[in-house]
């Protein structure tokens, strides 16, 4: 190659050298890079939870309340009704132990709240004072407290007016010295005779009903028979309930008696209880009922009437203790009649 040639070349080979440099420098220091862009993470927002507010039948409701409450409403119910009758408070706690309740008194408190607000004052009334005979600060039930006395209901007994004193007609006026005109015969009238007044109406004997009855659970039942006016048939005309205090001996007293009041010896009584046992009155001594029978179940186990040709009364729901599964020892006493409707 000619040295001219050489020139040429090696001059171009510079030139792009350093066309090259100085596009670099340019860019390195004219035109440098951007920076990238930062990566912002911002965290979600989290939900917030708003506190929840108690409602208004909520806030009505006591904060404490026995579990066992509903499962012995019934119990609770029956032992307030009979302190209230009996004032009993010691017998009530035994009422209450054998429930196996927490705390007694406030189940009661809260029951007698319960009752109160339904409008039932006399409930509310026998459960609130048996409460608070227990302990219990009344509160709001302070309206509803009671003092508890026993009452002893006498059956009304009829007692004999004295006899009146008959009035004596007054003496026939003396006859005067005056003369007297002469009588004219008259024919003689004739009157026919009276009849005799009807005798009175036998008056039916009172039934004696002792009303401690209706406060068991269940309550003892008399369910009268279907008869018509002028129809014989046996007619109950006394119950009287036994406790335990009382010296209730687990016996169903059982006297049958004719329309004179005297004893029926010899007359049937039926018992059921699953099955049918048929007894009959008869003397025993120093006792003046007929028939004696064992009980050895829970209320509502019995049914009791007068068999034979004649309707009979039928009494029902008797058994042991005071309330359903209660086994204390308890009497009933049952009188018949032969009456006529």
Request: glycine residues 8%; hydrophobic residues 40%.
């Amino acid at each position: 190659m000619s040295s001219p040639g050489k020139s040429l070349f090696w001059g171009a080979l510079l030139g792009a050298a350093l066309g090259v440099l100085l596009g670099l420098g340019l860019a390195r220091v004219i035109w440098p890079a951007a920076a990238p862009l930062p990566t912002v993470t911002a965290p979600l927002p989290t939900a917030t939870t708003l506190p929840t507010q108690p409602s208004a039948a909520t806030s009505l409701l006591p904060t404490t309340v026995d579990t066992a409450e509903t499962g012995h409403e019934q119990a609770l119910l029956t032992i307030g009704a009979l302190y209230a009758l009996d004032g009993d408070l010691e017998r009530a706690r035994q009422r209450l132990a054998g429930l196996r309740l927490a705390e007694p008194g406030k189940a009661l408190a809260a029951l007698a709240l319960r009752y109160a607000a339904a409008g039932s004052r006399q409930v509310a009334t026998d459960l609130a004072t048996l409460a608070a005979a227990l302990g219990v600060e009344p509160g709001d039930l302070l309206a509803y407290v009671a003092t508890a006395t026993p009452t002893a209901t006498a059956q009304p007994t009829a007692t004999p007016l004295p006899p009146t004193a008959t009035p004596t007609p007054p003496p026939p006026p003396t006859p005067t010295s005056l003369p007297l005109p002469s009588p004219t015969r008259r024919p003689a009238t004739q009157v026919p005779p009276t009849a005799p007044p009807p005798p009175p109406a036998a008056t039916p004997r009172p039934l004696e009903w002792d009303r401690r009855v209706d406060l068991l659970s269940p309550p003892v039942r008399l369910v009268e028979a279907s008869v018509t006016p002028g129809q014989w048939y046996w007619r109950l005309v006394r119950l009287q309930w036994q406790s335990a205090r009382d010296g209730g001996n687990t016996i169903l007293y059982v006297q049958a008696l004719n329309d004179k009041g005297q004893p029926a010896w010899g007359q049937q009584v039926i018992v059921e209880n699953g099955g049918r046992t048929l007894l009959f009155t008869e003397p025993k001594a120093g006792q003046e009922y007929g028939v004696n029978f064992p009980m050895a179940s829970t209320l509502n186990s019995y049914l009791v009437y007068i068999g034979g040709d004649l309707p009979s009364d039928r009494v029902t729901g008797l058994g042991l203790g005071e309330w359903l599964g209660s086994t204390d020892h308890t009497s009933f006493f049952l009188v018949f009649q032969r009456t006529k409707k």
